[in-house]
């Protein structure tokens, strides 16, 4: 008695046990084209054997054998296998016009309109299609002579069963007689926070004009992979000019105004004595004026860095216009634009009816209008008269006619029940922060307080002491409203505001209310402070938390010396660095016309940990720039 066991290992075919030969054939099974290991078993000795080839196995079955049921295999994590290739992936003198690859087994493309490219890239994007268990790829385009073509599938090519692709997979040739075999390696990071661009494309020209990345194709193109680095390879020596773009329109050209882009602001020399391939490296992107001191960290780094930004824009226009309740009307402004260079008429109400306000940043305004007559109108027309930038590039004064309509929400089934008074908001919840001004929001515009309803007490002794207070306006928004009135820390405040005690400047009233303030003390908070050292000129110094880099607060320098941030709650925090060369106050975008790089930004390489009556003291040498950490910019998500 003998057993003979066959496992399928490439396909994932079920395996057979057959044991016992004393029957004649009763069973044919025909398998065909996978790994194939035996294992014969004789008086309890086996011997084993591994064969690759195509099999056709008949397996002759007696009557007493035994047939399993198929099990299934252990999971396949292998690739797709390239049999051949036609013509020869790596061929010389190429003339065709298409290329065949050859699979081990059926394939699948995942995305392969985003994922494929072709560098230098062709005017016409070739045809990329299955036949089978082959790929085939055609294009119409002459090819231009003694070149080096590379084809990038990226991991768009997979197996059929599992998925599992093939990653980085890359089909070369050359028109001429040698392969260009030069290499280039870097990073693309946004540059305002570090963070991966999404679907962004790395570009290179060969032409060294500044409109060549508006105007024409470049001679190189490749895509990073998620982590942000990237790798054109094939190169032929020469100067080169080196963008990332994240591509809106698909026609590999910076051509739209909010594109995403990053620019190299130096000619790149390649020859084989500098670039033969991977040279990763630690030189970081540092000002011109930061220290020379290098460190290396946690990253490999390309040899060259692209920071991608949006530039501003710069032509005037009107951006939007809206009517969303009944009284409000607000429109947009490319730029911000003073109040004086906008102005509003409203034709059919006098200037009483209604009146006007901005935003902070100016390139939005308001137009709340306190006349029921009009407002209750469904159509509401006004003239704006707003900076425009005309087709010679020049600004000037331009007016619209702009007519504001609103459709009213139907009522509500049962009739319109009752009528809901004044919505407020405030930033009063638990322990408030020591300092901390409270503040009330209303979605409306607000008339002033009727502080004969408002009472502001603290119980000291058994006894409720009325204090005074008073409320200020905000110097922008009508719809926000700040108490001024001595919190001490540690103290406990009532707050009761009556009914009417706020109303909005249509008369919509508030209803009573009872706010408990409670002002935490300093030992309920820790504290921070940072050294800087490393760097002459002014630089911004920010306290960022959460994923999103939310800045808590921020403190400027203009030379080495020391920032604080008092009355932290407990938490982790990171640290941000602009190098504020324009010495504006903010981070500057980059704009490629005049030559200007984005300001240059860091992140202290770890986060702190602020705990309660604490105080942490920090060196930072904001001369050695730092990228996020992976880790920490990658963050698992939490399960629910």
């Given at each position: 008695m003998f057993g003979l066991q066959i496992y399928a290992k490439k396909e994932q075919l079920p395996y057979f046990t057959v044991k016992g030969m004393s029957e004649p054939l009763r069973h044919t099974y025909h398998v065909t084209k996978f790994d194939v290991s035996l294992q014969v078993v004789d008086r309890g000795r086996y011997i084993t054997g591994s064969l690759g080839l195509t099999v056709l196995a008949t397996l002759f079955v007696l009557s007493c054998a035994k047939i399993s049921a198929p099990t299934g295999g252990p999971k396949d994590l292998d690739p797709p296998v390239i049999l051949k290739s036609i013509p020869e992936n790596g061929s010389v003198l190429f003339t065709g016009k298409s290329f065949t690859v050859i699979f081990d087994e059926y394939v699948v493309l995942d995305r392969i309109t985003e994922k494929f490219m072709v560098s230098p890239p062709l005017a016409t994007k070739p045809d990329v299609k299955l036949r089978g268990k082959s790929l085939v790829v055609n294009w119409e385009d002459d090819l231009a002579d003694s070149t080096t073509y590379t084809f990038y599938f990226q991991d768009a090519i997979r197996d059929n069963n599992e998925n599992n692709p093939i990653n980085n997979y890359q089909y070369v040739f050359s028109t001429g007689p040698v392969l260009d075999s030069l290499s280039l390696t870097g990073n693309v990071f946004n540059a305002s926070d570090l963070e991966i661009v999404e679907d962004v494309t790395v570009i290179?020209?060969?032409?060294?004009?500044?409109?060549?990345?508006?105007?024409?194709?470049?001679?190189?193109?490749?895509r990073p992979d998620p982590s942000g680095g990237f790798m054109i390879s094939n190169i032929r020596p020469g100067n080169y000019r080196l963008f990332a773009l994240k591509d809106l329109n698909g026609n590999t050209r910076y051509d739209l105004a909010d594109e995403i882009f990053a620019f190299g602001d130096s000619v790149i020399v390649i020859t084989p004595d500098n670039y033969f391939g991977l040279v990763p490296d630690t030189v970081t992107y540092r000002p011109a004026n930061a220290t020379e001191t290098t460190k290396p960290d946690k990253f490999v780094y390309g040899l060259h860095r692209l920071y991608a930004f949006q530039e501003p824009p710069k032509q005037q226009y009107l951006t939007f216009t809206e009517r969303k309740s009944s009284w409000g009307i607000?429109?947009?402004?490319?730029?911000?634009?003073?109040?004086?260079?906008?102005?509003?008429?409203?034709?059919?109400?006098?200037?009483?009816?209604?009146?006007?306000?901005?935003?902070?940043?100016?390139?939005?305004?308001?137009?709340?209008?306190?006349?029921?007559?009009?407002?209750?109108?469904?159509?509401?027309?006004?003239?704006?008269?707003?900076?425009?930038?005309?087709?010679?590039?020049?600004?000037?004064?331009?007016?619209d006619t702009i007519s504001f309509r609103y459709m009213k929400p139907a009522a509500p089934r049962g009739g319109a029940g009752r009528t809901p008074g004044?919505?407020?908001?405030?930033?009063?919840?638990?322990?408030?922060?020591?300092?901390?001004?409270?503040?009330?929001?209303?979605?409306?515009?607000?008339?002033?307080?009727?502080?004969?309803?408002?009472?502001?007490?603290?119980?000291?002794?058994?006894?409720q002491v009325v204090l005074p207070y008073e409320f200020v306006r905000d110097t922008v928004s009508s719809r926000l409203l700040f108490l001024k009135a001595q919190l001490e820390p540690g103290a406990t405040y009532s707050l009761l505001c009556r009914k009417g005690a706020f109303s909005d400047i249509f008369g919509v009233a508030s209803d009573s209310a009872m706010y408990r303030i409670s002002v935490a003390t300093e030992e309920d908070y820790g504290s921070l402070r940072i050294k800087i050292a490393g760097y002459e000129g002014r630089v911004i110094i920010q306290l960022t938390a959460d994923?999103?880099?939310?800045?808590?607060?921020?403190?400027?320098?203009?030379?080495?010396?020391?920032?604080?941030?008092?009355?932290?709650?407990?938490?982790?925090?990171?640290?941000?660095?602009?190098?504020?060369?324009?010495?504006?106050?903010?981070?500057?975008t980059g704009d490629f016309n005049a030559g200007r790089l984005p300001e240059p930004v860091t992140y202290y390489p770890a986060e702190l940990e602020v705990k309660i009556n604490w105080a942490l003291v920090q060196d930072w040498d904001i001369g050695e720039m730092y990228v996020k950490d992976v880790s920490l910019r990658n963050k698992p998500a939490t399960r629910r």
């Open positions: 290179m020209y060969s032409n060294l004009s500044d409109t060549a990345p508006r105007t024409i194709l470049p001679a190189y193109i490749s607000s429109f947009g402004m490319a730029l911000p634009s003073d109040s004086g260079q906008v102005s509003v008429t409203l034709p059919e109400a006098d200037s009483s009816s209604w009146y006007m306000e901005h935003n902070v940043a100016r390139d939005t305004f308001l137009i709340w209008v306190t006349n029921p007559d009009v407002y209750s109108r469904d159509l509401v027309d006004a003239i704006l008269t707003y900076p425009f930038t005309d087709s010679t590039g020049a600004i000037i004064a331009k007016t004044l919505s407020i908001t405030t930033n009063i919840s638990g322990k408030i922060r020591p300092g901390t001004v409270p503040l009330f929001r209303s979605a409306t515009p607000l008339a002033d307080p009727d502080t004969s309803l408002i009472r502001l007490t603290r119980t000291v002794d058994s006894v994923a999103k880099d939310k800045v808590i607060r921020e403190e400027s320098l203009t030379s080495p010396g020391e920032v604080s941030f008092p009355l932290l709650e407990k938490g982790k925090y990171r640290l941000k660095a602009i190098y504020d060369l324009d010495s504006d106050g903010k981070w500057t």
